[in-house]
């Protein structure tokens, strides 16, 4: 089982920043592949960003690519995700997951441990 917990969302105006954190607690974090999500109300839940066991290979879906960066620090059994030039669009919940394999993934079904989300809302 892997636990985790995002923290770092909240309001912020149009063209803002945020760091979202997701602290895991649990298996050894370093084995797990892990993935940003986000849900807006009355969506389906979207892939935003993935990042492989080492970091060595990250992937951005095509709405956050060169806003966004994600991060992890295995040291620290956390992932991050550094949120530039935000769009009310961007307004969701977001949610990390753990994968048990180390590469991508770019699906929910794709993941098995998720946290409970943090809200981020964007005003214009």
């Known amino acids: 089982q892997v636990q985790l917990v995002e923290s770092g969302g909240g309001l912020v105006q149009g063209g803002g920043s945020l760091r979202l954190s997701c602290a895991a607690s649990?298996?050894?974090?370093?084995?797990?592949?892990m993935g940003w999500f986000r849900q807006a109300p009355g969506k389906e839940r979207e892939f935003v960003a993935a990042i492989s066991w080492s970091g060595g290979s990250i992937h951005y879906a095509d709405s956050v690519k060169g806003r966004f960066t994600i991060s992890r620090d295995n040291a620290k059994n956390t992932v991050y995700l550094q949120m530039d030039s935000l769009k009310p669009e961007d307004t969701a919940v977001y949610y990390c997951?753990?994968?048990?394999?180390?590469?991508?993934?770019?699906?929910?079904?794709?993941?098995?441990?998720w946290g409970q989300g943090t809200q981020v809302t964007v005003s214009s």
């Open positions: 997951a753990a994968r048990p394999s180390g590469g991508l993934g770019y699906a929910s079904y794709e993941y098995d441990y």
């Open positions: 649990g298996r050894t974090f370093s084995n797990y592949a």
